[in-house]
T-cell receptor
Framework: SQQGEEDPQALSIQEGENATMNCSYK?????LQWYRQNSGRGLVHLIL?????REKHSGRLRVTLDTSKKSSSLLITASRAADTASYFC?????????????FGSGTQLTVLP | NAGVTQTPKFRVLKTGQSMTLLCAQD?????MYWYRQDPGMGLRLIHY???????AKGEVPDGYNVSRLKKQNFLLGLESAAPSQTSVYFC??????????FGAGTRLSVL
């Protein structure tokens, strides 16, 4: 079952614009992570936000977490063509065991030069 | 640092054949995972391990077996491959932070 669902499924923007992706989840979480996957490659961790945090920054990335709405957003500012990839949210749940993550279905971001 | 290495990168099987996917990590991580990724979907957990000699079932374990005889290696076996097992398989490892490090994937086709 999918714990996290990303929205939109696909997003196309011009280079220099900001990209916002959203993730909704169903059950209470320990933390939420965002990963990036370039075509034909493995996933790469981007950022982790804990359940008691509301916002976190890393370079051009900004992540917010609203536990009351069970949702998170990933903002990529000043996008570049190299940001073209799929982005996945992943949740570590309180009811889960052995440090499992449950991944959403992803947002495909295309940044046009 | 090699990180997480998966072999092979590609494989084509006939229905009923068996194979083993190999995963090796050089980061001394306790936790290791096997996922499958199907088109337009996220990753689904097949099996995982919390340490050498341990394995446990994930979300979609049927048709797969695993072994973790050494801390750095996690093997995924398909005993009798089926077309429904055509997928891209990813191995990952993590420490206590649960930030997972992924291999490049194995593309498997079952005809």
């Amino acid at each position: 079952s999918q714990q996290g669902e990303e929205d939109p499924q696909a997003l196309s923007i011009q280079e220099g614009e900001n990209a916002t992706m959203n993730c909704s989840y169903k059950t209470s979480i320990n933390n939420l992570q965002w990963y990036r996957q370039n075509s034909g490659r493995g996933l790469v961790h981007l950022i982790l936000i804990r359940s008691n945090e509301r916002e976190k920054h890393s370079g051009r990335l900004r992540v917010t977490l609203d536990t009351s709405k069970k949702s998170s957003s990933l903002l990529i500012t000043a996008s570049r063509a190299a940001d073209t990839a799929s982005y996945f949210c992943a949740t570590e749940t309180l009811s889960g065991s052995a440090r499992q993550l449950t991944f959403g279905s992803g947002t495909q971001l295309t940044v046009l030069p | 640092n090699a990180g997480v290495t998966q072999t092979p990168k590609f494989r084509v099987l006939k229905t009923g054949q068996s194979m083993t996917l190999l995963c090796a990590q050089d980061m001394n991580h306790e936790y290791m995972y096997w996922y499958r990724q199907d088109p337009g979907m996220g990753l689904r957990l097949i099996h995982y391990s919390v340490g050498e000699g341990t394995t446990a079932k994930g979300e979609v374990p049927d048709g797969y077996n695993v072994s973790r005889l050494k801390k750095q290696n996690f093997l995924l076996g398909l005993e009798s491959a089926a077309p429904s097992q055509t997928s891209v398989y990813f191995c990952a490892s993590s420490s206590d932070t649960n930030i997972q490090y992924f291999g490049a994937g194995t593309r498997l086709s079952v005809l």
